[in-house]
């Protein structure tokens, strides 16, 4: 049955599951305001060596993995979420980790995440990050912004200029 329901400008989806991996309370807190509304669930899990088996169990559309979480942490549990992906035994979902320092980029880089945001969190930037990383953007926070290359005349056109210009001397 599909949903006739009509989303807000920035809702996440009518029907979105996250799972965030923490063993901090106040993450779960915060978390859970930025991302709670109607049709969206935040589940949590306190051990980062739980995230396969609920990923499985859950079919998260979204996973937020902390860095530090109990006995095994946000990149080995992003690691082998990615192996578990990679050999089937997982549903492609999207991971967005919450690192703790902006040192901390190049690990999540090698740990294959979709993204990450640097702590302290705040609710704007965690729910955009969120939107992006569901969407397929990749949200990489800290990491330089490639400029646009600038646009040169077309090398046609001036070469016809210099032509012209040379003809009517």
Do not use: Y
């Not at 799972?19 to 899990?45: H, K, N, Q, Y």
């Not at 040192?103 to 999540?108: F, G, K, M, N, P």
């Not at 397929?136 to 200029?161: I, K, R």
């Amino acid at each position: 049955m599909g949903s006739s329901m009509a989303l807000r400008p920035g809702s996440l989806r009518p029907v979105t599951q996250v799972l965030l991996a923490t063993d901090a309370d106040w993450l779960f807190d915060e978390v859970s305001a930025a991302l709670g509304e109607p049709g969206t669930t935040v589940s949590r899990i306190r051990e980062g060596r739980d995230v396969s088996s609920a990923v499985s169990q859950l079919n998260p559309d979204l996973v937020l993995l902390d860095l530090q979480i109990g006995t095994k942490g946000g990149v080995a549990a992003c690691i082998d979420l990615q192996h578990d992906i990679a050999e089937g035994r997982a549903a492609d979902t999207k991971v967005l980790m919450l690192l703790d320092r902006d040192a901390d980029r190049w690990i999540a880089r090698q740990a294959g995440s979709d993204g990450w945001l640097i702590k302290p969190l705040d609710a704007l930037r965690l729910r955009r990050a969120a939107l992006a990383t569901l969407a397929g953007d990749a949200v990489f926070e800290g990491e330089p912004v490639d400029e646009p290359e600038p646009v040169e005349a077309d090398a046609d056109a001036a070469s016809e200029g210099e032509e012209t210009a040379d003809a009517s001397d």
